[in-house]
């Protein structure tokens, strides 16, 4: 099972959203993103334009703040990350008959000075469509921007 690079993108200029799209449907996909916040960072994911209540998502932040949501509009990765740089990576599975179900681990640095402790998170989601995913879109919910300079990577494999 090799994984190839599917599609990259990097923000320049700054802007509300990422968008990977036109890549080949792959059986398995695994994200990278590392997202430079212009304010805090509130990231959703929606897959090929879909922005209805077709999302379910289960998080924990930090261990302790347990967080469910059904008929949602997109997989929230982390919400109110502060001022701090946030890396992620997701992994997909990007099945042609089947929900498709993330994995995602998230961190940041939270405040400066080692004595101060980062902040991740682990979320698991899905998207009730049948449809392959060939288009992703990393939306900043807090009315923000992410700053020049943050990213997405995409690799997929069958």
Known sequence: MAWEQLATY????????MELAG??????LYLLGQFRPDSSIN?????????????????????IYPANFGNDTSIEYQW??????????????????????????????GATGAGNVPNYSSTVGKWE???QVTTLRMTDGDASNY?????????GTD
Not at 23 to 28: L, S
Not at 43 to 63: E, I, M, Q
Not at 80 to 106: C, H, L, M
């Open 43 to 63: 990231a959703n994911l929606t897959f090929n334009g879909d922005t209805g209540s077709n999302y379910a998502v289960r998080r924990l932040f930090n261990a």
């Open 80 to 109: 109110d990350s502060g001022d701090f740089p946030v890396i992620t990576e997701t992994y997909i599975w990007n099945s042609d008959s089947n929900a498709k179900q993330t994995i995602t681990r998230t961190a940041d640095a």
């Open 10 to 17: 990097t923000l320049d200029p700054a802007g509300s959203y």
């Open 23 to 28: 890549f080949d449907a792959k059986n398995w």
């Open 129 to 131: 469509d049948n449809a």
């Open 147 to 155: 700053a020049v300079g943050s990213s997405l990577t995409l690799w």
